[in-house]
Structure formats: structure tokens, C-alpha cells
């Protein structure tokens, strides 16, 4: 076989794998195998530069050259639907449809995804452009991010494909990587994302494309535009679509009668809390297209479909205070403390606020009656305020604060940032206590000392960062109150355990902002040692997978500071791990490589966190959630029984803990 011909034919084999994979959920081979040919094509695309391709399946991991998005007009306007939230404005619509037409006619009823909207055209079966609805008229043109959707295609499967396609959907980020993402935020201080639509929003409208490509966006699609459409249906030329190589929901539902809607409603307002994206009501359309162009559209919202929106649970309580909390990092978060109110569930007492836009937005008074709901059903929020409840004796109005309420510093807000900042990172006392605090976490060195004690240790000055927990003395811990000799004895025997803790560990315990486990541990193999990291330019730092600009200026900022170095020079005169041990620098040739794997349940011989550091160093991959990918689980006593019954439906292999043992020790 030519080399032409065996880069395009491994670029159609991918390119299937692909589809296989993002859209049906039903892969054919393995994370390994897909690897291993993906890895042959980029050494072959090296090698023979002529044969160049952007729509290559190699292309798909984004650059960074874009630099601001075009407005782009739409060939055909991006109307929003008309909202609802009763079934009596259903029946009207169904009923103003029927007097309208005077004709039989069908709803395709379908899932209201809760994401960004996007519309995608083809030409000659090519993807050529990504636009944004914008203001229905005109868009931004982000066709590069959108480019780096796994479940979007690049190229449409088969043929009779009209010359020019365009096809309009969703941009979900899925629940699994929308709690990813507020873990590592949480973790670093960062605002969370209220829910995973605006982190979709956030996120497509990245200017650099990578960084959109490791965020692990998903697309659902759900219309199609075109002169030459293979059906006068919108469900025939959906089903058409999905052989296309569009990822279709099928969930949709085509139905007859009033009756036939409202079933298929119904069971969606609780079947939903089951899908692995957000949604947030149904979309009812007009199945004939000439009955859609018959019945015309307004102004603002075509007369032929209509949105059911599901109701957010919300409840009212009353604003009783305000308090702002400093982080480790120096971050302000305000926090509403509520009269306890029972949401979805669980009772609710406090509130993030997020930053100031949000509190000037709400116009707050101390006292208000405000109404809270969940964001995405997980975060508590407050929505609104109950300004008519307001009486004479309006409580006070609630403004950021221009001052740390700790060390009295004025705050700072980096621009490009909505949150202020303690910028007194030497001396205010909770920046300090949180490095701490953070440095000693079951996560991070494992040592065995809670916020109290840490409060403690400062307030007698015994600690004022990470290296002086190694210097302390059984006789400074007894000068204490409620320390005892066993007690004192048990917390130097933990520190000294935190000298075996590894080197990945001890990275991310140092508290570098942006730098959670997951960065610590990419840069940790980058570049294998403290010393080398710390020489690191902001060049190397970005050459390293899913490290952008703003990691990589943070790292160079912490090592450029020199009570930092000081600081880790004495971590590790101390004896901390300072390199990556030699197993580990191995792992990209471990039996696990290219493994996907869940663990859930509780283990005899190793704890979870154990397992987890086996797996990454016979180079494998940790996963929180069972989906298509998983290669299999490693199961012990008490697996979760939702963890269960994904496996079975999805054919997933359960090891239990001898079986993997056994496997990484032939």
C-alpha cells in the first residue's frame, strides 16, 4: 500500500472509531488500540508533510493561534423558542396548531437540551463552519473550538448529503466533567461554574482552543436546514442525520394526540435526573416541514414549536447575614447565611454569592426574603429577592467589602477576574493557615492534623508554614493545651511518614494556585523533579498536555518568588520526595497503559487512594464514573450498586481485587 493510501485509510478507520465511540457509545476496540493507530498516523503526518489534512483526526486537539471570534450572519435566523411552564399553555399550543392547520398533523417531542446553542454547516460533506446563535441574526464564528468536539463530525458518513448542510444543536458539558471541573476550581479557590450551561458557554467561547478540547465538551443535535433535505419530515430527516454521523438523542418521541405529549412529559420530569447531561425541559415541534412553513413564525419564535420548561424547585428564606471567607489563596468568597430552608432534599443554611456583580445584581438588603433554588439541582443559590416583603425597617444594603475582614488589607481584582483578592500573602492569617491546612490533607503529605490544630500551632507561633511542621518537638506540642504524650507522639510519628509521601503529592501540596492533583501530577512526569520544574520556562510549562497560559504563568510566578524556593529548599533539607522515583518515570510502558478503570467499593489489601497510585504508575487512567470508555472496574466489598447496573448495561468487566493483583503481577 502507498503511504497516501494508508494515512487516509487509517484516517477513515479513526475517524469510525470516533464515531463509534462519541456517538454511539459503542467502541469496537480498545483505548489502547485507538491510541496506538492515532499515534501511527501523527508519525506518519510527521513524516510526510505533503499529505497534510486539517480534517485529520490528529487535528482535533486545538491550538492556540486563535485570537478573537468573527460575527458570522446566519443563512437562516436563529429563532428562540416561546417558553412554558404549565401543561395548559401545551394544550393551547396544541390546540391553536389543530385550528390552524385544520389538518391531521404530528409533535416530535424531544429533550430541551440545557446548553449553548450552536449551528454547524457542511459543505460537500466537510465541516466548514461553527456559529453561536448570537443574537439570532448573527454569531460568533467559533469553529475552531467546536472543532475539538469528539461528537461532533468532521466529515459526514455515507452519501446523499445535500452540497450544503446546515444542522443546528447543543453544546453540553456532561455532569461527570462539569463536577470535575468545580472540584479542581473548589480545590484552587476559583468561582464555581453555577451550573454546566454556563460552563459550556465559558468554555466555547475560550480563545484557545485547547484548552476547549480538555474541557470534554459533548453535542446533541436536533435540526436540520438545507435547500435539498432528504425528507419533508423533521423526524425522517433527523434519523437521516444520525446515519450522517450526528449524535441524535433517542429519547425523541413522535406523537399523535395531546395525551400522547403529556406522557411523553411526564416521564421525562423525573427520567431525566438519570442523563448523563443537563436538560431543562422538552421542545415540542411540528413534524411536517409544510405544515411548519404553513404556520409561519413571529417576530421572536416560530408559531410551529413551542419549549415546556421543567420547574426549578425553589424555596424562600430570609437573609440573615453576610460573612466573607479568605482562602488559601488570598481569593474573597461572599457567603449568604439563610434562615435553614428544606430544597430538594436537604436543608440549606448557607449560599455562595459568588462576587460582587452577582451581589449588586440581586440588590440585597440585609433581612430580604429571597428565593433560593439549586443551580444545575447541585449548588444553592439565590435567585431573586422578594422585594414586596420588604417593610419599613429595610435592613441594610449588602456591599463587597473594600477591605480583607481579617488582616484589613484593600483588595485587588486581576483584571479578566469577576473575584477580589487579599493580595497580603505574607501575613494574613488565613492565607496562612490555608496553606497549611491544604499542605497537610489526606490528599496532599497525609498528615494526621486537623484545622484546629493548625490553628493552634499558629497562634502559639510554633508554625507559620509547611517546613516548620518538621521541625517541631514533642515538648512544643506538650506546652499546649489538650495535648497529651500519646496524642503528641502520634502527630510527629505522622509527619515523619509524610517524608515517604511521593513527589506528585508533594507538588500539589505546596498550593501553587491553578495547580490541582491533576496538573501536579502532569507536570510531575513532564518534569520528573522539583529542580527541573523550578527552572522551567513559561515555554516548557505550556509544551506539557493541558497546561495553558495561566498554569504556566502561575508556576513561573511561584518559583519566581523567594520565600517559595526558600520554602522548598527546606521541604527538602527535611527529606520530603523531590523527584519522581524511577517506577514511575516507567509508567508509560505499564501493563495498565491506555486502561480506563473505575474503582468503587472498599479493599482489604490496599486502600482506594493505594489503588489509584498503582494504576497511574502502571499507567493507567482513573475514571469516577462508568461510561463506554471503562476497560473495566476494579470492584470491592460494597460497590455501589448505581456503578452495578451501568456496568451490566453497558458489558463492563468487573475485576475484584485478587483478579487485578494477580493480573499486574504476571
Not at 477591605?403 to 483578592?421: F, H, N, Q, S
Not at 511518614?497 to 500539589?508: E, G, H, W
Not at 517559595?564 to 521541604?571: A, D, G, M, S
Request: aromatic share 8%; glycine share 6%.
Amino acid at each position: 500500500m502507498e503511504i497516501k493510501d494508508e494515512i487516509e485509510a487509517l484516517r477513515a478507520e479513526l475517524d469510525r472509531h470516533n464515531y463509534n465511540y462519541y456517538v454511539l457509545s459503542a467502541p469496537t476496540i480498545s483505548d489502547r488500540e485507538f491510541d496506538e493507530k492515532m499515534k501511527h498516523l501523527q508519525d506518519l503526518e510527521r513524516a510526510y508533510p505533503q499529505y497534510a489534512d486539517p480534517d485529520s483526526p490528529t487535528q482535533r486537539v486545538g491550538s492556540d493561534l486563535s485570537k478573537e471570534f468573527q460575527q458570522v450572519a446566519h443563512k437562516y435566523p436563529m429563532l428562540s423558542l416561546g417558553n412554558t411552564y404549565s401543561e395548559d399553555d401545551v394544550r393551547d399550543f396544541y390546540e391553536r396548531v389543530a385550528r390552524s392547520l385544520d389538518e391531521p398533523f404530528e409533535i416530535v417531542a424531544e429533550l430541551k437540551f440545557d446548553g449553548t446553542s450552536i449551528s454547524v454547516i457542511y459543505e460537500h460533506g466537510k465541516l466548514v463552519r461553527a456559529v453561536t446563535r448570537g443574537d439570532g441574526m448573527k454569531g460568533d464564528d467559533v469553529t475552531a473550538n467546536v472543532r475539538t468536539i469528539r461528537s461532533v463530525p468532521l466529515r459526514l458518513i455515507g452519501d446523499g448529503y445535500p452540497e450544503e448542510l446546515e444542522v443546528r444543536g447543543e453544546i453540553l458539558l456532561p455532569w461527570a466533567e462539569f463536577d470535575r471541573l468545580n472540584a479542581e476550581r473548589e480545590e484552587q479557590e476559583e468561582p464555581l461554574f453555577a451550573n454546566p450551561r454556563n460552563a459550556a458557554s465559558g468554555t466555547l467561547k475560550q480563545q484557545n482552543p485547547a484548552v476547549v478540547a480538555a474541557r470534554k465538551l459533548d453535542a446533541y443535535f436536533y435540526y436540520v436546514l438545507g435547500d435539498h433535505l432528504p425528507s419533508g419530515t423533521h423526524w425522517d430527516n433527523l434519523q437521516q442525520a444520525r446515519r450522517w454521523g450526528f449524535k441524535i438523542s433517542n429519547a425523541m418521541r413522535l406523537c399523535r394526540s395531546i395525551d400522547e405529549v403529556f406522557d411523553y412529559i411526564n416521564h421525562w420530569d423525573t427520567g431525566r435526573k438519570n442523563l448523563p447531561v443537563a436538560t431543562d425541559g422538552i421542545v415540542l415541534k411540528v413534524n411536517s416541514l409544510s405544515q411548519q412553513q404553513k404556520l409561519g413564525a413571529t417576530a421572536k419564535n416560530p408559531r410551529w414549536a413551542i419549549a415546556y420548561k421543567f420547574q426549578a424547585e425553589q424555596a424562600e428564606t430570609r437573609l440573615n447575614s453576610v460573612s466573607f471567607q479568605v482562602g488559601r489563596t488570598g481569593a474573597v468568597t461572599p457567603v449568604a447565611n439563610l434562615e435553614p430552608v428544606l430544597l430538594a432534599g436537604t436543608v440549606v443554611k448557607r449560599a455562595s454569592l459568588h462576587n460582587a456583580d452577582i451581589i449588586k445584581g440581586l440588590d440585597l438588603h440585609i433581612g430580604d426574603m429571597v428565593y433560593v433554588e439549586k443551580g444545575g439541582e447541585i449548588i444553592p443559590k439565590i435567585v431573586g429577592v422578594d422585594k414586596k416583603a420588604r417593610g419599613m425597617m429595610m435592613g441594610d444594603e449588602v456591599r463587597f467589602i473594600k477591605k480583607c475582614p481579617v488582616c484589613g488589607t484593600p483588595l485587588v481584582r486581576i483584571e479578566g477576574e469577576a473575584a477580589y483578592y487579599c493580595p497580603n500573602d505574607t501575613s494574613c492569617p488565613p492565607q496562612i493557615k490555608g496553606r497549611i491546612e491544604h499542605f497537610v490533607t489526606r490528599r496532599a503529605m497525609n498528615i494526621n492534623m486537623g484545622p484546629e490544630t493548625v490553628e493552634d500551632l499558629y497562634e502559639a507561633r510554633l508554625v507559620t508554614n509547611a517546613a516548620d511542621l518538621y521541625e517541631l518537638k514533642i515538648s512544643d506540642l506538650m506546652h499546649l493545651e489538650r495535648w497529651a504524650e500519646k496524642s503528641a507522639r502520634n502527630l510527629m510519628e505522622s509527619i515523619r511518614n509524610s517524608k515517604n509521601v511521593p513527589f506528585v503529592r508533594v507538588l500539589y501540596a505546596l498550593g501553587i494556585r491553578y495547580v490541582g492533583e491533576t496538573v501536579a501530577r502532569r507536570l510531575a512526569v513532564a518534569f520528573r523533579s522539583m529542580e527541573k520544574l523550578r527552572e522551567a520556562t513559561v515555554a516548557d510549562l505550556l509544551s506539557v498536555d493541558d497546561i495553558g497560559e495561566r498554569i504556566a504563568e502561575s508556576v513561573r510566578d511561584y518559583f519566581s518568588d523567594e520565600r517559595n524556593i526558600e520554602l522548598v529548599n527546606r521541604l527538602k533539607a527535611h527529606g520530603l520526595q523531590m523527584e519522581l522515583p524511577e517506577e514511575d518515570r516507567k509508567q508509560e510502558d505499564g501493563k495498565l497503559k491506555g486502561l480506563t478503570i473505575v474503582i468503587s467499593g472498599t479493599f482489604a489489601k490496599h486502600s482506594r487512594d493505594e489503588y489509584k497510585a498503582i494504576i497511574e504508575r502502571n499507567g493507567g487512567k482513573n475514571s469516577s464514573s462508568v461510561s463506554g470508555k471503562t476497560d473495566f472496574i476494579l470492584a470491592g466489598d460494597n460497590m455501589g450498586p448505581a456503578k452495578l447496573e451501568k456496568a451490566a448495561k453497558l458489558g463492563v468487566k468487573i475485576m475484584n481485587e485478587d483478579e487485578f493483583l494477580k493480573m499486574l503481577e504476571a
